[in-house]
């Protein structure tokens, strides 16, 4: 079992910058990605980025390409997304979540992941 609590949420203004975190506890040396999720109201949660522990390898999606930072400080087991020059389309709930399969995987895709966190909520107003 892995448990993953975010933090670092808020409301800030469009153009400022908020840096999540997700702290892993449990079986963490089992964890083979850790990847960021979100869902604005009314729409589907999507993949904003992941990093693949194996190689240290990051995927972003394209909208968050040049102001979203994924890094990790393995000696907290704490993933970060650092997000810069944030965007009223960035707000929403922001979500963790860890992979423990070894298999070889879609690193985007919500559904390859076992593990969530609760959320944070991002809210940028304009």
């Known amino acids: 079992q892995v448990q993953l609590v975010e933090s670092g949420g808020g409301l800030v203004q469009a153009g400022d910058s908020l840096r999540l975190s997700c702290a892993a506890s449990?079986?963490?040396?089992?964890?083979?990605?850790e990847g960021w999720f979100r869902q604005a109201p009314g729409k589907e949660r999507e993949f904003v980025a992941a990093i693949n522990w194996s190689d240290g390898s990051t995927y972003y999606t394209d909208s968050v390409k040049g102001r979203f930072t994924i890094s990790t400080d393995n000696a907290k087991n704490t993933v970060y997304l650092q997000m810069n020059s944030l965007k009223p389309e960035d707000t929403a709930v922001y979500y963790c979540a860890a992979r423990t399969d070894s298999r070889p995987f879609l690193i985007r895709t919500q559904g390859n992941y076992n593990y969530w966190g609760q959320g944070t909520q991002v809210t940028v107003s304009s």
């Open positions: 449990g079986r963490t040396f089992s964890t083979y990605a």
